[in-house]
């Protein structure tokens, strides 16, 4: 049984404290997802993506100083525009599965690309309108029961908020 944790985050220091305490709970870097509206530009651009720290703390630099070293850990970390939607910086499995759904994404928003991932249409209408709000979403892979109570439970400790998990389809680490 392989399960998508996901949460959403208020703003970018709380993320870094769940990604902090997710590493720091064992789970494994390449199965931490993040994604976040990039509010440091109001233009759209191309996908572009990136690999490791070096590239994630320059990007880390736009969002935030500190937040990039957290976010530069994770694998994938890049910028992608969704179609209709706008700029977003995303890092982790859900990067290399939002590169490909972007592309299709115009007719069904971020709120399509998010049920692409596996995540049910109701809450995937909540996480659309607290993303595109500003806020995180984070999501991470548990391989068994004893991983999504961990997960949540780390979650629940950062005051994140819309927790929820499902059974995995399309994602994949």
Do not use: W
């Amino acid at each position: 049984m392989t399960k998508s944790v996901f949460c959403i985050a208020q703003n970018l220091d709380q993320t870094e404290i769940i990604v902090n305490n997710l590493k720091m709970a064992g789970f494994a870097i390449n199965d931490i997802s993040v994604l976040f509206p990039d509010k440091s530009t109001t233009k759209d651009f191309a996908h572009e993506k990136h690999t490791k720290a070096p590239e994630g703390a320059a990007i880390g630099g736009t969002v935030g100083l500190g937040t990039g070293a957290v976010l530069g850990l994770l694998a994938g970390i890049g910028s992608l525009a969704i179609p209709g939607v706008g700029p977003f910086i995303a890092a982790g499995p859900i990067m290399g599965a939002l590169s490909g759904a972007a592309v299709g994404a115009a007719t069904g928003g971020l709120m399509g690309v998010l049920i692409g991932l596996g995540i049910p249409e109701y809450e995937a209408k909540r996480y659309e309108g607290k993303i595109n709000g500003g806020n995180s979403l984070i999501s991470v892979h548990a391989k068994n029961s004893e991983a999504v109570d961990k997960a949540k439970e780390i979650f629940e400790f950062a005051k994140a908020e819309d927790i929820s998990s499902t059974e995995e389809s399309s994602v994949s680490a």
